[in-house]
């Protein structure tokens, strides 16, 4: 009897449109750009398929294709229009529940950040005018309401969660402060500008989902000149690093379990868990190969736009101990500046040297781990690249060279890796 399994991998070649460029990473990936036509031959995941591009065949990211209807251009063009590149009914919808705000409001080294920064302003903060944009449940207008003396805090949120932010605000007493107004940034109405645009507006890896684009948004049309963005300043770091317990759980697991020979499963296990960026990754410090080092610096007054299309920076390490290098992680920091004069900027660090966040750390890993010694050197380049048609999605590209400070040359590498990132 033939299973619904082997039906599927049996059934004819589908064609579908690649949405954007991929550059594969293993020898058992496709690379294609946006625009070929794939046949996909087996849906082995839901993640990856088995597609075939000018008579090659390999792995490729299933969220990259599109099934082609084969109906006329004008059928195309009007089914593009219906599609929305920031899927906003998944976004906001997942904002409109309690899960994700019980993260973000359990984590206190964020909240508690925001909420020194409007201690520590309070005096300054009298009689502004502030809006909190993608304010959720509203903590942080609240925070403004307690702590100082605004004279109106627009607190703005998308998500359906701004009915029970308005509840919330009248039960602690601030509704003669506090204003909540539902809606986009993009199609914002106030009536006024305003004096601080406070915002918690960070994704993994610092950009992800693009929620950045709303603020800059707001503060070109909405910031009085002279006004103050919160944060003010961002960057990302990047260290590389071993990852000895996660490679042994997701790939050398494979060399003898149960003493038995399951290498053969090692490439699938590669492309499975090591394509993609792993989220909420703790790092320990000791696992930090060398000195981190920030590779991308944003300056929220200047920082524009059409500069978050692709963003690209350059690295270089200096191996302080020898190790294995298994990959890079990645994590933030922003500021917000003082409004006093001479007055301290609150710093909120995303990194393994902190208190953890919700955040964690993001882990790239490699294909294959590299022994490294001390004295090394790892130079290279990092390029964070929007989807040119998922708003809210991107691609890091890493490309490293490590060159040896021994005689052996045989150390000496240079590898490339591309990692989606996908809600």
Request: glycine residues 6%; negative net charge.
């Amino acid at each position: 009897m033939q299973t619904e399994k082997e039906d599927e991998d049996d059934a004819s070649p589908e064609e579908y449109v690649a949405l954007s460029s991929f550059t594969g990473s293993g020898s058992d990936q496709l690379s294609f750009h946006s625009g070929d036509r794939l046949l996909v031959h087996a849906k082995p995941s839901s993640e990856w398929w088995w597609a075939e591009l000018h008579e090659v065949i390999g792995y490729v990211p299933a969220r990259y294709l599109r099934q082609d209807a084969a109906e006329d251009e004008d059928d195309e063009e009007e089914e593009e229009e219906e599609e929305d590149p920031w899927q906003d009914e998944e976004y906001f919808g997942s904002y409109g529940t309690l899960r994700l705000h019980l993260e973000m409001l359990s984590d206190k080294s964020r909240t508690e950040a925001y909420r020194q920064v409007i201690l520590s302003n309070s005096a300054s903060l009298r009689n502004k005018v502030v809006m909190d944009l993608g304010c959720g449940t509203g903590i942080i207008s609240l925070f403004c309401a307690q702590l100082a003396q605004p004279s109106v805090v627009y607190a703005v949120e998308a998500s359906s969660m701004s009915e029970y932010t308005r509840q919330l605000v009248k039960q602690n007493g601030c509704e003669e402060v506090i204003t909540v107004l539902q809606g986009r940034a993009e199609e914002l109405e106030l009536p006024e500008r305003v004096d601080i645009l406070v915002s918690e507006w960070m994704g993994n890896c610092l950009l992800f989902e693009f929620m950045v684009e709303s603020v800059l948004l707001a503060r070109d049309r909405w910031l009085r000149e002279g006004g103050v963005m919160w944060p003010s300043s961002a960057a990302l770091t990047l260290v590389p690093c071993q990852a000895h317990s996660y490679y042994a759980e997701k790939m050398a697991f494979w060399e003898r379990p149960y003493g038995l020979d399951f290498t053969p499963l090692q490439p699938l296990a590669q492309q499975e868990f090591f394509t993609k960026p792993k989220f909420s990754h703790l790092i320990e410090p000791d696992d930090c190969l060398a000195a981190p080092c920030n590779v991308i610096c944003l300056d929220m007054y200047t920082l524009q736009v059409k500069d978050l299309e692709e963003i690209k920076a350059q690295f270089h390490f200096c191996v302080e101990k020898s190790g294995v290098f298994h990959g890079f992680t990645a994590w933030f920091t922003v500021h917000f500046e003082s409004l006093e004069t001479g007055g301290a900027a609150v710093e909120l660090n995303t990194g393994p040297n902190s208190e953890p966040t919700h955040w964690k750390q993001t882990l790239f890993m490699l294909d294959r781990p590299v022994s490294v010694y001390t004295g090394d050197s790892i130079r290279g380049t990092i390029v964070l690249r929007r989807n040119p048609v998922w708003r809210r999605h991107m691609t890091v590209t890493m490309h490293w060279n490590i060159n040896s400070s021994t005689e052996d040359t045989d150390n000496c590498q240079v590898g490339t890796k591309t990692f989606p990132m996908w809600r």
